[in-house]
């Protein structure tokens, strides 16, 4: 089973920056299909806002498109989004997930679909 761990929420003040991070629990997988960042404003829907796909593709919701960055470490099995130019508007808890999470286990292949616990992020003005 493959569990990811995100780090690096918390609070920073408007115009700041900050960088998240999602690694996965297994080092042996093979293949991540897509990587994807998401937030959940409170009473709002959880949205996705930045993605990469597996031969470096990336896209970024309008709403964080030049200020927002995801990138990954394919080594480490891991994927960052750095913010920049915080606002009011981005406090959220951030998801990271990762789709088609492919390993071995000796016998079989499997492929998951897996969530991050969520990290908060407050940006005050």
């Known amino acids: 089973q493959v569990q990811l761990v995100e780090s690096g929420g918390g609070l920073v003040q408007a115009g700041g920056s900050q960088t998240l991070s999602c690694t996965t629990s297994?080092?042996?997988?093979?293949?991540?299909?897509?990587w994807g960042w998401y937030r959940q404003a409170p009473g709002k829907q959880r949205e996705l806002i930045a993605s990469?796909?597996?031969?470096?593709?990336?896209d970024y919701d309008n709403s964080v498109k030049g200020r927002f960055t995801i990138s990954r470490d394919n080594a480490e099995n891991t994927v960052y989004l750095q913010m920049n130019d915080l606002n009011a508007v981005d406090t959220a808890v951030y998801y990271c997930?990762?789709?088609?999470?492919?390993?071995?286990?000796?016998?079989?292949?499997?492929?998951?679909?897996?969530w991050g616990q969520g990290t908060q992020v407050t940006v005050s003005s």
């Open positions: 997930k990762c789709q088609g999470a492919t390993y071995y286990t000796g016998s079989v292949y499997i492929t998951e679909d897996v």
């Open positions: 297994r080092k042996d997988i093979l293949r991540i299909t897509v």
């Open positions: 990469m796909t597996a031969d470096g593709t990336t």
